[in-house]
């Protein structure tokens, strides 16, 4: 099978690690050919080009800049992408037949795009629904609900249910969602398709290892390490992750690492800065090796979203937690069932943010019970293998794609 797939992320080739990289891989392992439309976006200076790497094409298109701009330029960079993919497909791949279309929101701007390949090609179209918007900027407050900009941006979300054939949500909660809030959506057509990664072994740290990056990092060893690594932005709720950072300060038996950048996270650097925190550290970066291995030595993987949002979320940090068989702490909104899978499943404990009595009593109990935290850990890790690797992604988004 001939698959195209719409993406915002930038990709150079597929062999690095992530959600969408991990399923491409998979895909061409299944014997497809894919089809990569991926943007490189004008800070790079580099024009439009195609890679050609045998079951493996990428077309890095030349956009605007939609990250790391301003707001004017991401607005209009947006606005453009339709048009930008639409031309650079036509160009370079308008003599391929595709058997499917398969893309991810955001963004929400393509459904010319999909609905060309399909006329065109007779092609299925697969979403994989990784961002409800517009409503998640409405919850943040970067939107007024029945504006004209939310209109307009409702009225394509709508389309883009549409004209897809299938739609692959992240949990039960987010099908559910979708189907309460568009009743015009068939409920035969959304399913389970959560985030998901290709399981890779890795040996385990030596304590040589584990206590030469603890020292380089000046982190303290002898403490239960709680560590958030991602985006800091405004769907985290940095506020309360700030409030936790304090309230442990109180504490001398664990630790708080962040590693993160994000549109918020300046009020972490001034945070930092002001009071110097004993119990904390905060890095805005790591290489990604380094990265790696901290969190393999870190005890529990810590998780918050804003408590703003009404619609349910997929942390995408998640996944590599589960992975290094490390149970979680979230704090999250009401909306979002990933808590509630973490409890009912074993592999974690929940509060909502903003709840700071709970949420130091959940660290409490971590801190005081090590053999909680390898049991909790064993069981996401067990958790992750039965839904969230990459064969099983493959499976749902085409049961007919079969292994060659």
Not at 257 to 268: A, F, H, L, N, Q
Request: aromatic fraction near 10%.
């Amino acid at each position: 099978m001939n698959i195209l797939f719409l993406s915002l992320s930038r990709f150079t080739d597929i062999n690095e690690r992530g959600i969408y990289s991990d399923l491409m891989r998979e895909l061409v392992r299944r014997g497809n050919k894919v089809y990569i439309a991926s943007p490189t976006e004008r800070r790079f200076g580099k024009p439009t080009s195609l890679v050609n790497d045998g079951n493996v094409e990428i077309l890095k298109i030349k956009t605007l800049n939609i990250q790391k701009t301003n707001i004017v330029e991401k607005g209009i960079g947006t606005l453009l992408l339709e048009w930008q993919f639409d031309r650079a497909i036509q160009k370079y791949w308008g003599d391929v037949k595709f058997d499917m279309v398969l893309y991810a929101t955001p963004p929400i701007t393509f459904n010319k795009v999909i609905g060309k390949v399909k006329r065109r090609c007779g092609a299925r179209s697969y979403l994989m629904l990784k961002d409800i918007f517009p409503q998640n900027a409405v919850d943040l407050g970067m939107m007024k609900e029945g504006g004209l900009l939310y209109k307009m941006f409702r009225r394509k979300e709508r389309k883009l249910y549409k004209i897809s054939d299938r739609i692959g949500c992240m949990s039960p909660v987010n099908c559910e969602y979708v189907l309460d809030h568009n009743a015009e959506v068939d409920r035969a057509k959304v399913e389970l398709c959560p985030n998901a990664l290709e399981i890779v072994e890795q040996p385990a740290l030596t304590s040589s290892e584990k206590s030469e990056l603890l020292t380089k990092l000046c982190i303290p060893s002898g403490k239960i390490l709680f560590i958030y690594g991602g985006n800091l932005g405004k769907p985290q709720g940095i506020d309360f992750l700030l409030k936790v950072v304090e309230a442990n300060e109180t504490r001398n038996d664990s630790y708080i690492i962040i590693v993160g950048s994000g549109t918020e996270s300046y009020k972490i650097t001034t945070w930092f800065d002001e009071h110097k925190p004993k119990n904390a550290k905060h890095m805005s970066a790591l290489p990604k090796d380094e990265y790696d291995k901290l969190v393999r030595i870190c005890d529990v993987g810590l998780i918050f979203l804003d408590p703003r949002f009404t619609i349910p979320n997929f942390p995408s940090r998640l996944l590599s937690y589960l992975e290094n068989s490390m149970p979680v702490l979230l704090a999250t909104d009401p909306n979002t069932d990933m808590g509630r899978i973490a409890e009912q499943e074993g592999f974690g404990l929940w509060s909502l943010n903003g709840d700071l009595t709970t949420f130091m009593a959940n660290m409490t109990k971590f801190v005081d019970n090590p053999n909680m935290i390898t049991t909790m850990g064993q069981a996401g890790e067990r958790f992750m293998y039965a839904n969230y690797t990459v064969d099983k992604v493959a499976e749902i988004i085409d049961p007919r794609i079969v292994t060659q």
